[in-house]
């Protein structure tokens, strides 16, 4: 055990010399935070706005009025024909168009009143987040009208029937981008730290030809390797510190749930992570093809195939059964269950059985493969 405390210190001191490593492993969490929490961002804000208003009455006005003073748009374009709004859209002059119909306020309480919202589809998520966004205050001021708070002329009169839309947010009702990014960027960086930088540790001693000196020495090949990866293990719970103190005081995202299965889940990802840095470590012979083989196989589809952005639902089929072999789909779907919904544990037991058998799974076959390679 004195050997093994001995080379755990040691690869202490080597990542503590090396002023890069502690760059990236500490430095990289927070600025990539920072980055989706603030920098990288699906919400909306500040959108230009055309505006088409041949009616030009109380109700129009109002309507405008409220479009401005939100913090979602700014009406920059008072238009004046449906060419005009084509131009405008051409140009970039403006990211979306709202047109009212003739005589507004009039056909109001014959339920004629119409209002065309008009989005720049080239990019079909904002367009989307645009309308819904526009249609939720034109839905919040046609609820004021319908209860008799104004009418045409600005008098109070009887409330017209219609129906009246509610629209109700579970979980994030700011529409907060940082509620969806921060589980993702959980499993982001505890997948590189402990995979990619494991993977890297071991394969430089085989690159640098130190690997048969050290096993030669009294402690055991397996103890070699724990050796290497408790470092890793140490400061991905760093990381994951300061990523859900950044979380809850700097973005504003609360720890709905379990903060102990929080962690509990987390120590099982990263037992399964740095079961893939073995794995990487025991497949190359370079640092620079463990870098490759770690991009390749970690970075790039942890960020487009575990949902940390994009949903899984709404892939093909091909790439829904490949996200489902990747573990930081199950760990990010984990984080979001316990972190934000603040649901119990036992709605979380999917996630952690597939991760528990990844974990098993990957650990056999990494030690069986280090094993063979040394042979």
């Known amino acids: 055990m004195k050997q093994f405390i001995a080379f755990v210190r040691k690869e202490f001191y080597h990542i503590f010399r090396d002023r890069r490593t502690m760059l990236i492993l ?11 929490g603030f920098a990288i961002s699906t919400e909306l804000k500040n959108a230009r706005v055309g ?3 041949p009616s030009n009455d109380v109700v129009t006005r109002q309507v405008i009025d409220r479009l401005d003073a939100s913090e979602y748009f700014t009406v920059t374009t008072m238009l004046h024909s449906p060419g005009e709004m084509q131009e405008a859209f051409r140009k970039g002059d403006i990211d ?3 047109a009212f119909g003739n005589q507004f306020a009039n056909h109001l309480y014959s339920g004629d009143a119409r209002i065309q919202i008009v989005s ?11 309308a819904n966004y526009a249609s939720g205050i034109i839905n919040a001021m046609n609820q004021e009208l319908m209860a008799g708070t104004v009418d045409g002329t600005g008098k109070l009169l009887k409330a017209p029937s219609g129906i009246v839309t509610d ?15 921060v589980p993702g960027v959980m499993g982001l960086i505890l997948m590189l730290i402990c995979a990619m930088m494991t993977s890297i540790s071991i394969v430089r001693e085989k690159e ?3 690997m048969e000196i050290l096993l030669v020495s009294p402690v055991k090949p397996l103890f070699f390797i724990l050796s290497k990866a408790v470092p890793y293990f140490v400061l991905s719970f760093v990381n994951l510190g300061s990523i859900l103190l950044l979380s809850v005081y700097v973005l504003h995202v609360p720890v709905a749930g379990s903060l102990f299965w929080l962690i509990v889940v987390s120590m099982l990802f990263i037992f399964v992570s740095l079961s893939l840095g073995l794995l990487i470590s025991s497949l190359t012979r370079t640092q620079v093809a463990a870098m490759l083989v770690s991009g390749l196989m970690l970075m790039t589809p942890t960020i487009l195939l575990s949902g940390m952005i994009f949903p899984i639902e709404s892939m093909p089929w091909v790439l829904r059964l490949i996200a489902n072999i990747m573990p930081a789909r199950w760990y990010i779907q984990a984080v979001r269950k316990l972190m934000i919904e603040g649901v119990d544990i036992s709605l979380v037991l999917t996630e952690i059985s597939v991760l528990a058998a990844m974990a098993v799974v990957l650990i056999t076959i990494s030690f069986k493969k280090f094993k063979n390679r040394l042979e």
């Open 167 to 181: 629209v109700k947010l579970l979980y994030n009702p700011q529409m907060k981008s940082a509620y969806n990014f």
């Open 208 to 210: 640098t030809g130190t």
């Open 51 to 53: 505006v088409m208003d």
């Open 120 to 130: 720049d589809a080239t990019d079909p998520n904002m367009a989307t987040t645009q």
């Open 96 to 98: 979306m168009a709202i």
């Open 26 to 36: 500490l430095g990289m969490p927070v600025v990539q935070i920072i980055i989706f």
